[in-house]
């Protein structure tokens, strides 16, 4: 675990002190501890500046890879009204980045349901996320704008931080191909390991979720099973994400203290 830690600066951070204690005290058993450090070894740990960066590469795409003008465009963000969401930041790093004239044409909408209500004579309807797990909430977005008469005619393109690929792929054939990911991600212990490794991993993670679910669900290796490893500081970490990296109560009900908080 110490070479983990080397390895892995963010984890050397006072914030996440109680959470590592946690981890390493509800590992008891070899493949628990080995479990552990494969997750955090493999996590992808991202700041405001990533973010920045990408904000900048989607802000080309936009201008010269799908040649979208203000006039006829809306960018909108996948947050809900009651949700905080790391869309939201990813969109004002992309108005940022986009030249003054796009924020003239009030091209930034959110939260996402104003662009329901009608294309606002708009032809592109450019949607930003921050995190494409299975792909399910932009499915249905797109989805239920397709079925609504006042906006099926939207052309739809899609910015993304950071995806699942497997997820990410369910976009890019709805969307056509106009999807821009700038972080993919393969399932952690599925798809980065192989028999016996991969066996012993999936023992050990799934002792771990017995000591905080009663019956792990559909959030058993993440939401749908989608053992995500990654995080962007200062926002909720995603549900596809192993349960032992955010769940803030054991299976006995008492409080545990994850690594990132999920509110």
Request: aromatic share 10%; proline share 4%; net charge neutral.
């Amino acid at each position: 675990m110490f070479n983990t830690i080397l390895e892995a600066p963010w984890l050397r951070k006072q914030r996440f002190e109680h959470g590592l204690t946690t981890l390493l005290t509800d590992a008891a058993s070899d493949d628990e501890l080995e479990a552990v450090q494969h997750v955090l070894k493999n996590l992808s740990y991202h700041t405001s500046a990533d973010l920045v960066a990408a904000a900048d590469e989607a802000a080309a795409q936009i201008l010269s890879g799908w040649c979208l003008e203000p006039r006829d465009t809306l960018v909108v963000g996948v947050a809900e009204r009651s949700k905080t969401c790391g869309s939201g930041a990813y969109l004002r790093a992309i108005e940022l980045a986009l030249p003054r004239e796009w924020g003239a044409h009030n091209a930034f909408w959110t939260p996402f349901d104003s662009a329901f209500r009608q294309s606002h004579g708009r032809e592109h309807l450019v949607i930003v996320d921050d995190f494409i797990g299975t792909g399910e909430k932009i499915t249905n977005k797109v989805a239920a704008l397709k079925a609504n008469p006042k906006t099926r005619s939207y052309n739809i393109y899609v910015c993304c931080f950071a995806a699942m690929s497997k997820g990410a792929a369910k976009v890019d054939g709805l969307v056509n191909g106009d999807l821009l990911v700038h972080h993919y991600f393969d399932r952690c212990i599925s798809d980065k390991t192989v028999d016996p490794k991969k066996a012993s991993l999936a023992a050990g993670m799934g002792s771990l979720e017995g000591k905080i679910f009663n019956h792990p669900g559909k959030y058993s290796f993440g939401y749908m099973q989608s053992e995500a490893a990654f995080y962007l500081e200062g926002f909720n970490i995603p549900n596809n994400n192993f349960p032992i990296l955010w769940v803030d109560e054991y299976a006995d009900k008492k409080p545990r203290a994850p690594l990132f908080a999920r509110r």
